[in-house]
């Protein structure tokens, strides 16, 4: 039984978002199974390059039809995450006549295939599942796990912030349904308004908390929420939140310092969501007598919480699901249809997530360096994880790319810049010019299995447990010895969020790694996404060289191949091509000031935020006019007349800065 999971918005990549609803629909992605086993899944971020990406999943649709060479006749269902996309299409259509009068989920789905594949599509292929169901689905069926308890968290879906499921012998029993009122995830949120941060935040909150003291704001946190027998809890209405907050601290708005208050609401917050999750974990543990758990939704992906869960001895085995967060429900969509109609039900563990692209074979990577040979220097190495362990050993930051990229948030070594995990310099040097993110973010390593109990406090005797920890889901200790050993990846409560690597997995990571051991006796990497602040995760060759020539990474290791880049002058630079990605649109208007005088406004616009301008000067706009043509930069400048070596590079600038933040395309002509 072949089955396609999808989840997502339904705007194209050039549409601009058609509600206000947009965070409704977001990590688009889809996933082919087959008989209950994992043919090939992706997030479309990977592919469209939009972080997030709410719009329709055409790219990873077409890329899991591929992967097995198929058609859309050839699928025994089509499942979409969710069942109130009905409700909202109505509204849609509502703020927007011109949409036409299709309001109705299936049809509507059924319309947006056959638009995008130009391929006709039955009817009776699409099943719409309910939200949190494909979250717990995801998980469990992925886990080994006959029985379980399995609790799902996130902000919402289909009407609901949660549920606790009992399963036996795949027979699933809702015990609970947390409301949306009651939002563990909406709560988080609204505390990190506070703090500067929105949404997909979350995680740099939780990197924050360490930093604070959760005493010091500890009773006016109690106070937002109520704790009731039976698993129960209320939280209390957010803009009381807020208002309380405003009489204790000063909020931070965006961009600006941490203040110690702003440390220690972070930790109160996280300390509080810890109370709330094992309030409702302790109560149906007793209930259901359930010693395995499994857990999925967004709020999953709080490492710290996830550790003390797993040090806490409250359940015997544990399962996270890798992409808790909505991607993950393409995945599980699709399970609990098979789960439902499949012939063969036998569950089948998660080995890894090495599911996405594969970069290919190394003629398949030459081609795409040598449409960059004049910007890179490159070889292929006759033992390129040798190589490379020296590299890392000698203090350089590199971009490493092998194999199937990723599925979820995590890059696993496949889709990660390295580094040595010892010199705390490093830490800053990565965070301020590679990744451009705030300094206090900490890093994970990624060890050798086989010797993960000597580094950090976790039990490997434990299968479930070991084979969790290949996926950078826990936070846990590192034994004290260490902690001044490995100063770049040890956080400041003497923590990391470790990956360990299997040779079985992923032999080629585990083989660098292993070399760099023996270089230095430290037998682990510092491992973090390879991107920077503006872009999803790498997934091509193409993406790797664009952030290589865009950060400070020292090498870029593509396969067996060694990158380096150039020395370039201006006049290289001038000889790339400008072109604008699909989701960016110029805009040129002429207003009126207050003083009666015309002037010309230009700005950049993005198709997945509606609020978001990027100004231009006329300069800049009148170069980027040009884009997707055959022009080089110079041959604009010059028919500009813009001569002047100094303003050629004072453009050539702002055209580096667009380019770094993904709101341009250049490519070597």
């Known amino acids: ?227 009731y027998s039976k698993g129960e809890f209320e939280i209390i209405d957010s803009d009381k939140i807020f208002k309380k907050l405003f009489e204790v601290a000063a909020p931070r708005r965006k961009g600006e310092p941490f203040s110690q208050d702003n440390k220690d609401i972070a930790a109160s917050l996280q300390e509080s969501l810890e109370t709330l999750i094992f309030h409702v974990l302790k109560h149906y543990r007793r209930v259901t007598k359930h010693e395995n758990l499994c857990l999925a939704g967004g709020v999953a992906h709080n490492c710290t919480v996830n550790g003390k869960i797993l040090q806490s001895g409250l359940f015997k085995n544990i399962f996270i699901q890798p992409a808790a967060h909505d991607a993950g429900c393409a995945i599980g969509s699709a399970l609990y249809y098979h789960h439902k109609y499949g012939q063969n039900t036998s569950k089948t563990k998660l080995k890894h997530v090495y599911l996405g692209t594969d970069i290919g074979e190394n003629e398949d990577v030459a081609v795409q360096l040598e449409k960059w040979d004049k910007f890179l220097l490159f070889r292929r190495s006759p033992d390129v994880i040798r190589e490379t362990a020296s590299l890392l050993a000698n203090g350089k930051v590199i971009g490493w790319v092998q194999g199937k990229s990723e599925f979820g948030p995590r890059a696993l070594g496949n889709r990660s810049i390295l580094a040595d995990p010892r010199p705390e310099r490093n830490k800053e040097r990565i965070n301020q010019l590679i990744k451009k993110r705030e300094g206090y973010r900490p890093f994970a390593p990624s060890i050798l299995e086989e010797v993960a109990e000597k580094y950090f406090t976790v039990d490997m005797t434990n299968e479930t447990t070991k084979h969790q920890m290949g996926y950078m889901l826990y936070v846990l200790s590192v034994k004290k010895r260490y902690r001044k050993v490995l100063g770049a990846i040890t956080h400041v409560d003497g923590t990391a969020r470790i990956q360990t690597v299997s040779k079985e997995t992923n032999e080629k990571y585990w083989k660098l790694i292993e070399a760099f051991g023996k270089e230095t006796g430290i037998p682990i990497v510092l491992n973090t996404s390879f991107n920077n602040n503006a872009e999803p995760i790498v997934d091509s060759t193409e993406d790797a060289i664009v952030c290589f020539l865009t950060t400070g990474l020292d090498y870029l290791v593509v396969n067996d191949y060694i990158v380096q880049k150039k020395k370039i002058s201006l006049v290289q630079n001038l000889s790339m091509v400008i072109s604008l990605p699909r989701y960016v649109v110029l805009h040129e208007t002429v207003s009126v000031n207050k003083g009666g005088r015309m002037y010309e406004d230009h700005h950049l616009s993005v198709t997945y935020d509606r609020d978001a301008s990027y100004k231009l000067s006329t300069d800049i706009a009148s170069v980027i006019k040009e884009a997707n043509t055959s022009k080089t930069i110079g041959n604009i400048l010059d028919s500009l007349g813009i001569k002047s070596l100094e303003k050629r590079k004072e453009v050539f600038g702002k055209l580096f800065e667009l380019w770094s933040n993904r709101l341009i395309i250049l490519s070597a002509s």
């Open 1 to 227: 039984m072949l089955i396609l999971g999808f989840n997502g918005g339904v705007d194209l990549i050039d549409e601009m978002p058609s509600t206000p609803y947009k965070n409704n629909f977001h990590d688009s992605s889809a996933a082919l199974i087959e008989d209950g086993k994992i043919v090939f899944a992706i997030e479309e971020e990977r592919l469209n390059r939009i972080k997030h990406s709410t719009k329709f999943p055409i790219l990873s649709i077409k890329s899991c039809l591929s992967s097995k060479g198929i058609c859309l006749k050839d699928l025994d269902a089509i499942t979409y995450y969710g069942q109130s996309l009905t409700e909202w299409l109505r509204l849609r259509i509502v703020e927007n006549p011109s949409l036409g009068l299709i309001a109705d989920q299936a049809p509507f789905m059924k319309g947006m295939f056959e638009k995008t594949f130009g391929e006709s599509v039955s009817l009776s292929k699409f099943h719409f599942i309910l939200h949190h169901l494909a979250h717990a689905m995801s998980a469990y069926c992925l886990s080994g796990f006959e029985n379980s308890l399995c609790l799902t968290i996130d902000g919402m879906g289909d009407g609901s912030a949660g549920k606790v499921y009992d399963i036996k012998r795949s027979k699933i029993k809702e015990l609970c349904d947390i409301p949306i009122m009651d939002s563990m995830g909406s709560y988080y949120l609204n505390v990190i308004g506070f703090l500067g941060y929105g949404l997909f935040d979350e995680y740099k909150v939780m990197g924050l908390a360490p930093y604070g003291n959760p005493g010091k704001f500890r009773k006016i946190f109690t106070s937002f929420y109520k704790l």
